[in-house]
């Protein structure tokens, strides 16, 4: 089964409202991270939370971790059209001999205008 | 400047041929990775290679292997291949910190993707 598993699997809003995706995942981790997909397009690094660490923030972006839960959630405030794109969170695995970043299937999200 | 860079960009060929990918990282990183995503995007990681040291996803069949001529480039082969390895294909590049095979990675870098189509 997956690592990292995002809620929900699309998500649709209008402009301006904030969206929530989540993640679970399944063991120990070094750090967790989102990532953004754009269609037709590679995976665009958004933000990395180190294990020691519950909340980051990077401009309109809020990532919260709970390693008790083991679960993730990012959060976009005021969202825009621009941000129409799937979303993957990717967990680095405590021991993980290279087996890193496990990705999870992705949140699409579309910002209506 | 583009940080990896992969080539084709669309591969289109018959069952049973054997065909290259190609990538290329100017970041200076020490690790770099295949991973392949299916039609429900999923992405799977591949193969992971850091210094010569290759870690090999024990799912991927042994049609696929990858070369890499020097710490900037990883090339992924294929051969025989079949309808099931259509999907697009990624590389990524990034830098592992102190600490050895158990150690953490920082963020990844992804290239454009390849996408694959056997026909």
């Known amino acids: 089964s997956q690592q990292g598993e995002e809620d929900p699997q699309a998500l649709s809003i209008q402009e301006g409202e904030n969206a929530t995706m989540n993640c679970s995942y399944k063991?120990?981790?070094?750090?967790l991270q989102w990532y953004r997909q754009n269609s037709g397009r590679g995976l665009v690094h958004l933000i990395l939370?180190?294990?020691?660490?519950r909340e980051k923030h990077s401009g309109r972006l809020r990532v919260t971790l709970d390693t008790s839960k083991k679960s993730s959630s990012l959060l976009i405030t005021a969202s825009r059209a621009a941000d129409t794109a799937s979303y993957f969170c990717a967990t680095d695995p405590l021991g993980n001999y290279g087996q890193n970043f496990v990705f999870g299937p992705g949140t699409r999200l579309s910002v209506l205008p | 400047d583009t940080a990896v860079s992969q080539t084709p960009k669309y591969l289109v060929t018959q069952m049973g041929n054997d065909k290259s990918i190609k990538c290329e990282q100017n970041l200076g990183h020490d690790t770099m990775y295949w991973y392949k995503q299916d039609s429900k995007k999923f992405l799977k990681i591949m193969f992971s290679y850091n210094n010569k040291e290759l870690i090999i996803n024990e799912t991927v069949p042994n049609r696929f292997s990858p070369k890499s001529p020097d710490k900037a480039h990883l090339n992924l082969h294929i051969n025989s291949l079949e309808l099931g390895d259509s999907a697009v294909y990624f590389c990524?590049?990034?830098?592992?910190?102190?600490?050895?095979?158990?150690?953490?990675?920082?963020?990844?870098?992804f290239g454009p993707g390849t996408r694959l189509t056997v026909l």
């Open positions: 063991t120990s981790i070094n750090n």
């Open positions: 939370i180190r294990s020691n660490e």
């Open positions: 990524a590049s990034s830098h592992r910190l102190a600490g050895g095979r158990s150690s953490s990675y920082n963020e990844q870098f």
